[in-house]
């Protein structure tokens, strides 16, 4: 699966930002769909996934409330809506898959996209 990640840039703090990430290649259906993100100097954080059907969605407690994952298979696409941004959540963000289901883990993820900055101003 190639995954292209898009929708980061510049906003104020408790503005909105709609990131999106396209695959191609393998059927994007078989796959849990997570988000993590990468801010300078810190490791990566996972941020949400989300399964195969959307049934499943699962939150890193820092964004419960504030973002919502979704995804359409017919699009072959995962989004991430954003919404009362704050200057902590300026990072990369970067879409991933797995084919292990709702894992909260990197190194469970088989394929990455190429990632999106999110800047967040106070």
């Avoid at 990131?19 to 490791?43: D, H, I, N, T, V």
């Amino acid at each position: 699966v190639q995954l292209q990640a898009s929708g980061g840039g510049l906003v104020q703090a408790g503005g909105s930002l709609r990131l999106s990430c396209a695959g191609s290649g393998r059927p994007f259906s078989k796959y849990g769909m997570g988000w993590f993100r990468q801010a300078p100097g810190k490791e990566s954080e996972f941020v949400a996934v989300i399964s195969w059907n959307g049934g499943i969605i699962y939150y890193v407690d820092s964004v419960k409330g504030r973002f919502a994952i979704s995804r359409d298979n017919a699009k072959n696409s995962v989004y991430l809506q954003m919404n009362s941004l704050k200057p902590e959540d300026t990072a990369v963000y970067y879409c991933a898959a797995t084919a292990r289901g709702v894992v909260r883990s990197p190194s469970e993820y088989d394929y990455w996209g190429q990632g999106t900055l999110v800047t967040v101003s106070s």
